[in-house]
Structure formats: structure tokens, C-alpha cells
């Protein structure tokens, strides 16, 4: 439905609860935002800021009753809220059955071994003990990828052990899952919506590349060098996830693409995510206007990208910790096709997401030049504080 006067309640006011208000802005939806601090990036650009606790129940409760949709830019929220709130009819996307999934990464896992989803090999375990005596036993082998269920987001909940020195000292406390060490030849994402109609769109898949010690995407490029053919199979393993998990609005799935040709699902975002930032400034639609789109059954929009484009996340330097200071910025203002995107965070430290450049240009090669000049002029510090 369209109507300007609708208001959409977002759980988290981070920077995509901000680029999602951003994105809501030309269409004068009005975007109300419930986090913990006006102060957070949304709170800059909403339309009202609930200050509260998205992990709360009477929380949660009290600040979608007169919303007419919800919607979340962060999985971990408090989904019983969400099914209270869905019965009384009001619209929840994503829904909070596929949240429910979602958020623990061992039913993720065991939801795509049902729904016949292509994934690394996996096995859940109470805790890390038990794991270990399965290692022991023989019954599970190094090397592997240890995942906590439910504590994890931006390689926080994830070990990989390869020694059996990694087993006295990498094992993460708690409910895990271990998977089978993927034979990874490119890292890629394919971001689906869906909208209450059922219409399907996707955008192209996206190649990413890790931060070696932060493991956080550093590169993003799109669309990714895979062949077409891996590219158009990587589109249709994201519808089917997209339907499988019953989704309106967005959803990431990130994929390995293994030696052998293969696509594996590894996980999944029910949201905008990182791997589509660069859509604000390449693509005809963005991932942020497609979620609105989705969320409230509007037609979905173009995926197509206008031009090549890389992102580069914007990662406060190692050893700087306190009010941020940017350096570079204008020089990179300069390059036609350098898109800085900054989230309004007060603070930095080692390696905190403090914003994005995406890098447009008529061939990946020159998106590259130019993505060499933005990394090594512009920097995030701190004022004075150093470590
Ligand atoms: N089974 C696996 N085999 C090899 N590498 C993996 C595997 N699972 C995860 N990884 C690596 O760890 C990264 C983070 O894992 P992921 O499950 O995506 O957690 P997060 O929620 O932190 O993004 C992946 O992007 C990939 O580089
Ligand atoms: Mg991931």
C-alpha cells in the first residue's frame, strides 16, 4: 500500500535502520525508530525515535502498537513481541517465524538441510564440551568451523580450528554448531526481495573480500567475477531461499562459491545488509528503497546495476579509540564516481564500522584505481586518544 501517512517501526537505529529512513524520505513515509540512544545514526534522520530496549518485550509491545508496519534493521530482537503484534494483525516483516529461524544460527542450518538448501556440513552440540568429545571420539574431525547458535554477527561467533592446539584455545563457550571447513573459491551475496504478492526480484550477486584480522568485508565488488552461469544458478538459489523461509521484504544470502563449482548456502540476513550498500550509488534501485517496496506490497523495483561499482567499509584505524575525526574526506570528493557515505557514530575504535564509499566507474579495473586512492587518504582516527 502507499500512503504517506503510514508509519513504519524499525527495531534499530544503526546505520541501516539510517539509510532505510534515508531511503523512506522521498516518498514521505515516516519512519519511527526504537533503540536505546536518539543518538545512534537513525536517530539523525528518523521521522520520531522511540528511545528503548529492541530485546524487551513491553518494550517492543508498546512501540508497534500504533505502527502499521514493523520492519528490523538487526535480527536479534524480541520476536515474541513480534508474534503478539502479528496476531493483532499488525504487518511484521520479516515475519517473526523466519526471525525465530534466523537468529539461531544451528535452526538456519538445520532449515536449509529440511528445505534440501545446499550447505556445508554440520552438526549441532550443547557446548563446546561436547564437541570436543566428539572430536575426541573420532566422530568429528579438525579441521572445522566452530559457530556460536545465537551470539554471533561480524565473525564474532566464529572459530575456525585447524590444530589441536586451536581446541585449547579457540573453542567458543555455548550452544554451537560445527560445520565442515567449505573448499571457499569466492566469497559472494545475492540479495532477494519478496513482497506480500509473492513477486520475486534479485540483485546481482556481489564478491566479497575479508578483512584478514578483523574478519569483516573489507572489498565488495559487483557484480562479482563468476561466470554467468554461476551468477544466474547463485540467483535462483536465493529465490528459492526467499520462498523457502516465507520472507517479505529483503533477504541477504550469503553463499560460497567451492572449488568445485558449487554453491553453498552459509547464512543468511532477513534486512538490508552490508554487501548491498553499494546499490545506493550503482544499481536503479537500492536494496533500502527495495525494502520498503517489499514490506509494504509495493511493486518491486529495477535490481539492475548502471555501472560497476566497489564498496569499501570505512573501519575505524587499529590503535584509535575515541571521537572520531575523518581525514581525506574532501580529496576523495574530488574523484568523480567516490561516494562517501559516513553513519554519524561519535565514537571509534579498532576496526567499528563507521561508514562506507561506494566507487563507481565505467569499468571495474578503474573503480579499482580509484578505490587504491580512497584506502590510502582516508582514514578514521580519533581526535587525541590513542591506544
Ligand atoms: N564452513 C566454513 N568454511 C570456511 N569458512 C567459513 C565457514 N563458515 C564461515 N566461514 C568464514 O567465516 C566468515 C564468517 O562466518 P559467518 O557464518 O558468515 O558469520 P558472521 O555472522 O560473523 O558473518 C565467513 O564469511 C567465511 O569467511
Ligand atoms: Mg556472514
Request: glycine share 8%; with cysteine.
Amino acid at each position: 500500500m502507499f500512503s504517506t501517512t503510514q508509519k513504519i517501526g524499525i527495531l534499530g537505529g544503526g546505520q541501516l535502520g539510517k539509510m532505510l529512513c534515508l531511503a523512506a524520505a522521498p516518498w514521505d513515509f515516516k519512519t519511527c525508530i526504537l533503540d536505546a540512544s536518539p543518538d545512534f545514526p537513525a536517530g539523525q534522520v528518523c521521522s520520531e525515535f522511540t528511545v528503548g530496549d529492541f530485546n524487551n518485550y513491553d518494550n517492543v509491545l508498546a512501540f508497534g502498537r500504533d505502527k502499521d508496519v514493523l520492519t528490523i534493521e538487526i535480527e536479534h530482537v524480541n520476536t515474541e513481541a513480534l508474534h503478539e503484534l502479528k496476531r493483532t494483525g499488525k504487518a511484521v516483516h520479516p515475519s517473526p517465524e523466519a526471525l525465530d529461524i534466523i537468529k539461531d544460527k544451528g535452526l538456519q542450518k538445520e532449515f536449509y538441510r529440511m528445505n534440501n538448501i545446499p550447505t556445508a556440513p554440520f552438526e549441532l552440540f550443547e557446548n563446546e564440551q561436547d564437541l570436543l568429545e566428539a572430536v575426541e571420539s573420532g566422530r568429528w574431525n579438525l579441521p572445522f568451523v566452530q559457530k556460536s547458535r545465537t551470539a554471533g554477527y561480524d565473525g564474532k561467533g566464529v572459530a575456525i580450528l585447524r590444530t589441536a592446539e586451536d581446541l585449547k584455545t579457540k573453542l567458543l563457550p555455548g550452544p554451537c554448531l560445527a560445520e565442515g571447513l567449505a573448499p571457499i573459491q569466492t566469497e559472494i551475496a545475492v540479495i532477494a526481495a519478496r513482497n506480500a504478492s509473492g513477486e520475486v526480484a534479485v540483485f546481482p550477486a556481489v564478491e566479497m573480500d575479508f578483512h584478514p584480522e578483523a574478519n569483516l568485508v573489507e572489498l565488495l565488488i559487483c557484480p562479482a567475477r563468476i561466470s554467468a552461469l554461476v551468477a544466474a544458478q547463485a540467483e535462483v538459489l536465493a529465490e528459492q531461499v526467499i520462498s523457502a523461509f516465507d520472507i517479505c521484504g529483503l533477504l541477504a544470502v550469503e553463499m560460497f562459491l567451492c572449488a568445485d563449482g558449487q554453491l553453498w548456502v552459509n547464512e543468511v540476513a532477513p534486512r538490508p545488509h552490508n554487501s548491498g550498500h553499494h546499490t545506493i550509488d550503482s544499481a536503479v534501485t537500492s536494496q533500502y528503497q527495495q525494502h520498503l517496496r517489499a514490506i509494504c506490497d509495493l511493486p518491486l523495483g529495477d535490481t539492475a546495476q548502471i555501472q560497476p561499482a566497489l564498496m569499501l567499509n570505512l573501519l575505524g584505524a587499529d590503535g584509535h579509540k575515541g571521537p572520531v575525526h575523518y581525514e581525506g574526506v574532501a580529496e576523495c570528493l574530488a574523484i568523480s564516481g567516490v561516494h562517501v557515505h559516513l553513519y554519524g557514530k561519535a565514537l571509534t575504535s579498532p576496526f567499528r564500522k563507521m561508514g562506507h564509499v561506494t566507487i563507481t566507474a565505467e569499468t571495474i579495473e578503474d573503480a579499482f584505481k580509484k578505490a587504491e586512492f580512497v584506502k590510502n587518504i582516508l582514514k578514521v582516527h580519533s581526535e587525541s586518544q590513542t591506544l
